[in-house]
């Protein structure tokens, strides 16, 4: 079977999606600087698969390093480039930390490909590229207009697409997919890995349930006078373990050449949207713990609602999500529960 690099690897979605890339049978090298997860993660992937993937500290924003990884592993096939800073917040203090890290990891590798006859890249994006979709394109497809960034780390994803976009026209012998995730939540239902709070979470499932396990006194409810039927903000939240076995749905499509075109784009979500007291309430139901809350004033930047239309990855890739959000909500707790014993 064919090896992929995984950059990010030991991060939230990439640790998920090296099981998912293993259980099918495919060599991994993860490549991580654990600026935001820890090596431990690599026990957590080996004791759901039985098998330990190849591990590097490199930097990607490292272009020699990343070099000599290429030579070292001469026969990866492809890459599914999830290395990034991903917090809102700190990306608007600090930009330029930002635009060097995504941008000049993607570029590295963009420019390593040929050199490395390495074909296929998969590229994390975000739903964040459509900001507030107007009525009429909600839910949102592909086809959506690309609005104004609101903030630095939005930015670079709609760099980064541009960049892959103007590399492809200039490079036709390589393959991209691009992916739109949603709000990913939940974890393997193992428990073994899941997502690695870094401080006070900025994402309302982790808040949950460190609520739920009195780390946080309540949790806050930016605002329930949207226009919404409760007045809370609507997302699309997807299953983390679906979202993984997408990447391998989209890099098995790209190695056996089933493209149509070097450059495809998918949206990764539900098509459903939830909202937050939906998702609090359902929390606290599926997994019959508390989650004090109180509603205060509006987050800065919160879009009011956003859902998927998932229909072009339902019907070209053949994927869908299929894990319920009461199950996902269960294994978000169950991950708490262990992290909780871990200390
Ligand atoms: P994460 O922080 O858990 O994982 C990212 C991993 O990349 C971390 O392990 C980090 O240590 C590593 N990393 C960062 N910069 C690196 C570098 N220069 N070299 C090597 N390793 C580096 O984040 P995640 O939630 O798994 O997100 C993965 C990707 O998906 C990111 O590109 C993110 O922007 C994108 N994304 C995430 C979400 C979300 O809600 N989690 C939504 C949309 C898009
Ligand atoms: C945010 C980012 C998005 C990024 C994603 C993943 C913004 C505007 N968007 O999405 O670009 O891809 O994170 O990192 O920051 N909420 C609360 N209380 C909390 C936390 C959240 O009420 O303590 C609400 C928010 O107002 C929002 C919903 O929960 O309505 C989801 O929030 P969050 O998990 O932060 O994701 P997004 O804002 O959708």
Redesign the pocket.
Same mark, same amino acid.
């Given at each position: 079977m064919a090896r992929i690099l995984v950059t990010g690897g030991t991060g939230y979605i990439g640790s998920h999606t090296t099981v998912e890339l293993m259980q099918a049978g495919f060599d991994v090298v993860i490549v991580d600087n654990l600026m935001n997860s820890n090596v431990g993660v690599l026990d957590g992937i080996e004791a759901i698969v039985g098998r330990r993937p190849d591990y590097e500290n490199i930097d990607c924003v490292d272009y020699v390093a990343l070099d000599k990884l290429f030579e070292k592993y001469a026969d990866i096939e492809g890459i599914i480039h999830f290395a990034a800073y991903?917090?809102?917040?700190e990306s608007v203090e600090k930009p330029l930390q930002y635009y060097r890290n995504n941008i000049n990891s993607l570029v590295n590798l963009l420019e390593l490909m040929p050199i490395h006859k390495v074909k296929n890249i998969v590229f994390s994006s975000?739903? =964040?590229v459509y900001g507030q979709p107007d009525a009429a394109h909600l839910p949102v497809n592909e086809n959506a207009p690309i609005q104004p960034a609101?903030?630095p780390?939005?930015n670079t994803k709609q760099i980064c697409e541009e960049i892959i976009h103007d590399t492809i026209h200039a490079t036709p012998n390589i393959n991209a997919i691009i992916l739109r995730?949603f709000?990913?939540i939940g974890a393997h239902p193992t428990a073994l890995i899941g997502e690695l709070p870094n401080g006070v979470?900025?994402? /309302?499932?982790p808040?949950v349930t460190q609520t739920a396990a009195g780390i946080r006194p309540e /949790?806050?409810?930016?605002?329930n006078d949207y226009d919404t039927p409760d007045g =809370?903000?609507?997302?699309d939240y997807i299953d983390v373990v679906d979202l993984a076995k997408a990447h391998v749905v989209a890099l098995k499509r790209m190695l056996t050449n089933k493209q149509e075109g070097n450059e495809e784009i998918f949206n990764l979500g539900t098509g459903r949207g939830l909202s937050?007291m939906e998702?609090v309430e359902t929390f606290k139901r599926v997994n019959n713990v508390d989650v004090p809350y109180k509603i205060v004033e509006?987050?800065e930047?919160?879009?009011e609602k956003?859902w998927a239309d998932p229909t072009r990855a339902n019907k070209v890739l053949g994927w869908k999500a299929e894990r319920n959000t009461e199950d996902t909500l269960r294994s978000c707790w169950k991950w708490q529960l262990r992290l909780n014993e871990a200390k």
């Open positions: 991903k917090a809102v917040g975000s739903c =964040t609101l903030s780390y939005g995730y709000n990913p979470p900025n994402n /309302l499932l808040y /949790l806050r409810i930016f605002g =809370t903000c609507i997302r937050v998702i509006r987050r930047g919160d879009i956003v």
